[in-house]
């Protein structure tokens, strides 16, 4: 009786950690970039995507792949907003955010993770002496900001742009792998910064 009663709460504890478990690996690890940078989870033989894990900048387009022969797809985005996807498997971004591009076939369902980045401004005039933040949209961590000319215009490693003397400068930024650039234009006289 006794090791019966001891019993009880480790199969409550285990019973627990098992749900939890679940629970995180359903809904949790599917959205990190781990879950679609490797391949453990799904093996690549039979019917694969050729892309799992994508950054996109506003305005561009790709066409995602599925490695199948003779099946029919049905291709659908989890948020036409930020990533919008056509018939034929044309993904276009819109705005900044992250949506998943499902694949149905075969009645199975594939998914690529598609996060979609922006920059706040992509050209700015501004007087010598006025600065400006730029900021990668679409992104939290792990931006990079760098000036061809900082003798121009100087940046921080946090975005923020400074007028130096009067030029022409190109403030390149660079997230999850991808680069967006900003043209500085910088005069001695005071003018309104492009909102």
């Given at each position: ?152 215009a100087e940046v921080s490693f946090l975005g923020k742009v400074v007028a130096k003397s009067p030029g ?28």
């Amino acid at each position: 009786m006794k090791s019966s009663r001891n019993l009880g709460p480790l199969i409550m504890q285990l019973l627990v950690v098992f749900i939890i478990f679940a629970i995180f690996y359903k809904f949790i690890i599917p959205r990190t970039s781990i879950f679609y940078s490797h391949v453990f989870y799904e093996p690549r033989i039979g019917v694969y995507l050729t892309e799992r894990d994508v950054v996109m900048v506003s305005g561009e387009s790709f066409r995602l792949g599925v490695r199948t022969v003779n099946k029919r797809l049905t291709f659908s985005s989890t948020d036409f907003k930020v990533a919008f996807v056509n018939k034929l498997g044309k993904v276009t971004a819109y705005q900044p955010g992250l949506a998943f591009i499902e694949v149905k076939v075969d009645g199975k369902v594939l998914r690529c993770r598609v996060r979609v980045i922006s920059l706040n401004h992509t050209s700015l005039n501004l007087a010598v002496g006025e600065s400006k933040r730029l900021n990668i949209k679409g992104v939290l961590l792990w931006e990079s900001y760098k000036s061809s000319d900082p003798s121009v215009a100087e940046v921080s490693f946090l975005g923020k742009v400074v007028a130096k003397s009067p030029g022409t400068a190109v403030i390149t930024a660079k997230a999850r792998g991808r680069s967006i650039e900003c043209k500085v234009t910088v005069t001695g006289k005071a003018e309104e910064a492009e909102k």
